[in-house]
């Protein structure tokens, strides 16, 4: 974090309805990046690792564009909205993402501000092991899975998981899991790879929601 990061996440707070503010986040990487890394566009590569992709100008926000690396919130919103949902967060075994991501919906859908602040920088240290296709490629399907996840309590979604459990419906899900595997073998396209796997992670989170 730089010398003034706390400084200028709390200066944000300039009144009550703002619930969150979230700070600037850069990538520190620890070894060279690979070719075939440098070709993905920003949503992906920097997007996966965790920088912010916003401007450099402080202002209000109106979607859950915040990471968790540099975000602080107001402690009484928790007694009205509740806490991070844990269902969705990082375990030791799991790549599961969105907590941070939900939060922010409920508080917007509250009627709450959260402010994005790039002068509260920090630096996000990005290891040799994160810097390989096949992380990108978990972190694609782990980030379908989630996006899944993080719905569960939405209506739609729960009809449509209802839905799934006729057994037609559960096997096209499937045979799309499938026909998504196969054409990653047919692709050299690195992005076309992630996003199949995006997929193949929906899939898999709305069967196992349907259990």
Known sequence: AEPDWIKNLLGSFIDE?????GGKI??????????ILKKLEDSIFKGFLGETLLADERKEIFQPL???A?????????DEIGYFDEKIG??????LCNEDIEIQKRILKKGYKIIYEPKALVWHRIPEEKLSVSYFLE???WQGYSDVLAERNNENIKKFTTKMKEPLCNFLIKQKIF?????IYLTEDLKEKILKYQKI???????????
């Not at 975000?71 to 928790?78: D, G, P, S």
């Not at 990082?90 to 790549?95: A, G, K, Q, S, V």
């Not at 026909?179 to 054409?183: A, G, S, V």
């Open 66 to 68: 915040l990471w968790g």
């Open 201 to 211: 992670g929906r899939s898999v989170g709305f069967l196992d929601l349907s259990r």
């Open 26 to 35: 850069k990538l520190k990487f620890e070894s060279k990046i690979p070719e």
């Open 70 to 78: 540099n975000i602080c919130f107001r402690k009484k919103i928790f």
């Open 90 to 95: 990082r375990t030791p075994n799991l790549m």
């Open 17 to 21: 309805k703002i619930a969150c503010v």
């Open 139 to 141: 972190r694609g399907f």
């Open 179 to 183: 026909e998504n595997i196969f054409e």
